[in-house]
């Protein structure tokens, strides 16, 4: 066998660099949703197989180097968090939240061709590349100030195209806000209208792991009535590579698969090849810091974003946050400050989310060049032009 070369001087310093800048940026890491604490080293030794989990987790295959049987583990742990019904439901482990929402949608039109698919102004902006790539009629409803589904616009607009079955992709912790969409409210308006034939897609990239620990959860998930639910898992458990889960109604599922003799198992998942040290990283996750572990985590993350909240209105930023979310909303800073924290924003809003990496210290730091920066005027904020007109 070919030896592959040593790396040069040069190429081993540039390495060293981007090591180095990465590290950095770890400690200031506070806007978006990855938790940065985990340790899979113990399963380092898996980097050195092929492994692919092409096909269906729950059908044997020709191609043997898979870790299916640890992606069904983790497919029982995430139907269980989700109340999902123990025989009828079906999953696997997804390359990320995308990817299960795209499957949730896929699913819900292969049901419903003749669908509307209703999401809110606050969705995921990957929503609008899905609806395009799948070629569904689709219509945005309103969101009310704080994220949350406009129900007013939702039962008008369903009550205009009565005659076609509705898709409502709901956010269950949307990514700016930290909104659930009411699915109890969502399910009166089709009872109401008297629709029998509708599909309900739960995406729930973070707060599908943050609902299942706390106190008073609202109702968001296949025990209020979802077909299907996309949770990220490189989000709230933590991976070095992205994944996520999608859980659906198996009769949906059973719509779609197809056997296919070149890998001697059934076509049910979007990809082809697909990732095999992902489901063993969730699962390695589960059971080292397990349920009890993580409701403990949530509920410090939970103190920690209170005490942003705190912090960040003791210096009139206007901070607020969902009750059962870790995301932060206040006034966007200057351009210096949300580059350095790398604070996602939009239009004049930033949020902060209290991912388990994150505490009192940096939030006191944040506050700390908060207060030491003048406060912006909107004229000196240096937004680009597309989110300028937005405001
Ligand atoms: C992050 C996020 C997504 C996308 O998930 P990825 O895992 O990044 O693909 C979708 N919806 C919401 C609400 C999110 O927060």
Known sequence: ??????????????????????EKELEHFIGYPCNTLFDYSALYHFLKLPLNNIGDPFVPTNYHINT??????VIEIFKKLTNAPKKSTWGYVTNGGTEGNLYGIFLAREMFPDCMV?????????????????HVR????????????????LRETIKIHRDVPPV?????????????????????ILKD??????????????????LPFVDKAPAWDFDAGIDSVSISGHKMVGSPLPCGVVLAKKEYV?????GVEYVGTLDTTIMGSRNGLTPLFLWYAFRTIGLEGFHEII????NVAAYAETKLNALNRHAWKHPNSLTVVFDRPSPTLVSKWQLASKGSISHLIAMPHVTCENIDELAEDLAGEKQDTRKNRNYPSTVRRSL
């Open 299 to 302: 509920q410090s993350c939970m």
């Open 68 to 73: 299916h049987e640890f992606e069904r583990e």
């Open 193 to 210: 209208l008297a629709i029998k034939r509708h599909y309900i897609h739960a995406d729930a990239a973070l707060s599908g792991m943050i």
């Open 118 to 134: 209703y999401y809110s102004e606050d969705s995921h902006y990957s929503v609008n590349k899905i609806l395009r790539c799948l």
């Open 138 to 153: 689709n219509i945005m409803i309103k969101s009310n100030p704080d994220g949350t589904m406009n129900l007013d616009d």
């Open 168 to 188: 409502i992709f709901a956010n269950i912790g949307s990514t700016m806000k930290g909104a659930c969409d009411d699915l109890l409210g969502i399910q009166k």
């Open 1 to 22: 066998m070919r030896k592959p070369k040593h790396l040069s001087r040069e190429d081993q310093e540039k390495l060293d660099t981007l090591t180095r800048n990465l």
């Open 254 to 258: 059973d719509r779609i698969a197809c």
